[in-house]
């Protein structure tokens, strides 16, 4: 399956239906917090039993990012087992579902998506349990598009920073479910704990409040340094000599 990510679960004997249902669904928030959207749908395209194999497709208008997903996962799982620094876009919480799903797997598992292979074996494991994130939380705020809103599996959504980058995840109580849909598309900001990576880069709000603000024309970081008609008709040149007293 190029375009999938496909599981199979206690290769070449019989599958137990506690590591079966409990990988299958540490496999599915692995692609949540590996996606650009929360909108991936996920559909079961292949279903084998004896060892259990199943073969999962992002279906629909964000199927892109779901196939960059599933193949994020493998990736960034094979580059751990080889001992190589952590994927860029791998974030804590991502690493926190690749043990869960590493640890509930059994001993004779394998993950494969875009022609690649990754066992999950003890040595995966190993290496895995040795990856320890550092996160820094604090109270906050993120600004941008939001981008998706879900809740068939928990309160999610996401929202793509106006300074760019990749998206930010969001957790939210059902109490923000109508603001949540109220704002989805619009440019928004969301107030909650907020999550930074050891490169300072926010991956998830814990949502208290969210609420649709007028879009700036500059980001912050466009704004640093600027300021309007600071020299008048002067050009930067005649402006700096009119302060230092030159003719």
């Known amino acids: 399956m190029t375009d999938g990510i496909v599981l199979t679960i206690d290769d070449d004997r019989p599958a137990r239906a506690v590591h079966f249902f409990a990988a299958g669904g540490h496999l599915l928030e692995l692609l949540d917090d590996l996606a650009e959207t929360v909108d991936v749908e996920w559909t079961v395209t292949d ?5 259990a194999i199943s073969g999962l497709s992002a279906v629909g208008e964000n199927r892109l990012l779901g196939i ?8 960034g799982l094979t580059q751990v087992r080889n001992g190589e620094p952590l994927a860029a876009e791998w974030t804590p919480m991502a690493v926190n579902h690749a ?48 981008t998706g809103v879900n809740v068939t599996r928990g309160n999610r959504a996401s929202i793509r ?5 990749r998206v930010v995840h969001i957790g ?15 440019f928004v900001e969301v107030d909650g704990m907020v999550r930074q990576n050891d490169e ?12 649709v603000i007028e879009q700036p ?24 000599e009119s302060i230092r007293g030159e003719d």
Not at 172 to 186: K, V
């Open 47 to 51: 279903l084998r039993i004896g060892s």
């Open 68 to 75: 960059e997903a599933a193949r994020s996962a493998v990736r």
């Open 99 to 146: 043990k869960d799903l590493v640890r509930s797997s059994g001993v004779h598992a394998k993950l494969e998506a875009g022609g690649n292979v990754v066992w999950l074996d003890s040595e995966l494991r190993e290496r895995l349990q040795a990856v320890t994130p550092w996160v820094r939380e604090f109270y906050g705020s993120v600004r941008g598009q939001l």
């Open 161 to 165: 920073p106006h300074a760019g980058g």
């Open 172 to 186: 939210f109580p059902s109490a923000l479910a109508e603001s949540m849909a109220a704002g989805l598309l619009q």
């Open 200 to 211: 300072g880069r926010t991956y998830y709000v814990a949502a208290d409040t969210v609420k």
């Open 217 to 240: 024309t500059m980001s912050w970081r466009e704004l640093r340094g600027f300021m309007p008609d600071l020299t008048g008709d002067m050009s930067t040149a005649e402006y700096l």
